[in-house]
Nanobody
Framework: EVQLVESGGGSVQAGGSLSVSCTGVGFTSGDSVDMGWGWYRQAPGNECDLVSTISDDGATYYADSVKGRFAISRDNAKNTLYLQLNSLKTEDTAMYYC?????????WGKGTLVTISS
């Protein structure tokens, strides 16, 4: 089966940093398969918003709210996605979800909670 498992969430003071990770299980590389990664987040009472993506060729995207503060990266050998969260704000508090595209479908992890205190 195909699974995504997030880790690294926790509680951090505003202005601090945190790194979250996502490990893919069961994904098999193929020449014609788009396997881009992404991070979403959902704060209490809010919609689930796209935070950042990284494509197969390494191109990245960041939502305006996190641009300049967060950094997405991957380790293909480890089948792992990372998100470095810096200069954290209370509004960054959310459940962070890892996603990955595979054979035209988007797979989701169960999420890891990031809580920022003032």
């Amino acid at each position: 089966e195909v699974q995504l498992v997030e880790s690294g969430g926790g509680s951090v003071q505003a202005g601090g940093s945190l790194s979250v990770s996502c490990t893919g299980v069961g994904f098999t590389s193929g020449d014609s398969v788009d396997m881009g990664w992404g991070w979403y987040r959902q704060a209490p009472g809010n919609e689930c918003d796209l935070v950042s993506t990284i494509s197969d060729d390494g191109a990245t995207y960041y939502a305006d709210s996190v641009k300049g503060r967060f950094a997405i990266s991957r380790d293909n050998a480890k089948n792992t996605l990372y998100l470095q969260l810096n200069s954290l704000k209370t509004e960054d508090t959310a459940m962070y979800y890892c996603t990955r595209r595979y054979y035209g479908m988007d797979y989701w992890g169960k999420g890891t909670l990031v809580t920022i205190s003032s």
